[in-house]
């Protein structure tokens, strides 16, 4: 038996995860203004993470997702371009966008739609805080913003300059990471977003060596793998996933015999902190997996 199931299915999962939102589409648009507000720049941002990123480098856009997130109030009355998964690609062309701001995970469906519809897209590699930090930068001197961006970046490296130096010397715990949707549950490695947080916070992913970030999961592998935590995030409909995860836990009976389960080392993660992309919440995040890495 494979240790893992085809990850082709995980793939397909995963995409509910990024886009579930809902919403009201505004009516109201404003061009974004770089320099001295010379240029004008029409800037749409279809996730929430490139929103909430471009309003900490105080950046205008005339393009937001609609999401049941609450998104910044500088962007109240501006126009919804509907699901960061499938944006409207009539609403799009409608506000003339200079550029549109998606995410890596998304590329491969998204890039086609938007070069059909004639529009420039750019998707931005939040996978890792390092990689987010990279993307901040770039933005901050696209739209002369290096001040803002500077200063995000540096609160990151702060933070984590501070947990290399509360963690130095401890030993890493053994961590399982399971991504839920409704229904189903997917296996995060390190190339993930989460995964890379608990790298960056002293943690030891069971699952080594994979080039993809999520996987199905094999139960009775994971078994073998024995993490000290269990870490369980749920997406899509929340509440309904935790639900989902303790009939699993309760039902399969494998999982009783793994030590984080004997322990009470199961953690059900905070969606708002811990999304499937990277975003403006890692320092909270990273504070929340110290604590539960190092009880």
Not at 164 to 186: F, H, M, N, Q, R
Not at 195 to 221: C, F, H, I, M, R
Not at 250 to 269: G, T
Request: aromatic share 6%.
């Amino acid at each position: 038996m494979n240790k893992w199931i085809s990850a082709a299915a995980a793939a397909s999962l995963l995409l509910v995860t990024v886009g579930c939102s809902s919403g009201n589409v505004g009516t109201n648009a404003a061009s974004a203004l770089t320099g001295e507000g010379q240029t004008a720049k029409r800037v749409i941002a279809t996730t929430v993470a490139a929103t909430e990123i471009m309003d900490a480098l105080e950046v205008d856009l005339v393009g937001i997702p609609k999401s049941y997130k609450k998104l910044p109030e500088r962007y109240n009355s501006v126009t919804q371009v509907g699901n960061p998964m499938s944006p409207s690609m009539e609403v799009v062309k409608s506000l003339d966008p200079s550029e549109v701001l998606s995410v890596t995970t998304l590329e491969y469906d998204l890039a086609p739609v938007f070069k059909n519809a004639n529009v420039e897209a750019k998707f931005l590699d939040l996978t890792s805080v390092d990689k987010m930090n990279k993307e901040i930068m770039e933005l901050g001197n696209k739209y002369d913003k290096t001040k803002q961006a500077e200063a995000i970046v540096n609160k990151f490296n702060i933070k984590l300059a501070q947990i290399k130096k509360d963690t130095e010397g401890k030993k890493a715990p053994s961590v399982l990471i399971l991504l839920g949707v409704p229904g189903s549950y997917l296996v995060a490695t390190e190339n993930s977003y989460i995964g890379d947080l608990v790298k960056l916070a002293g943690g030891k992913n069971v699952v080594q060596g994979e080039k993809v970030e999520y996987l199905a999961s094999n139960t009775e592998y994971l078994q073998q793998s024995n993490p000290d935590v269990i870490l369980r995030a749920a997406h899509g409909m929340p509440e309904e996933v935790v639900i989902m995860f303790d009939k699993e836990f309760k039902k399969n009976d494998i999982w009783k015999h793994f030590e984080a389960v004997k322990n009470n080392r199961v953690y059900d993660l905070e969606e708002e902190l811990f999304g499937t992309t990277g975003n403006l919440a890692a320092t909270q995040a990273l504070d929340a997996l110290v604590k539960i890495l190092y009880p």
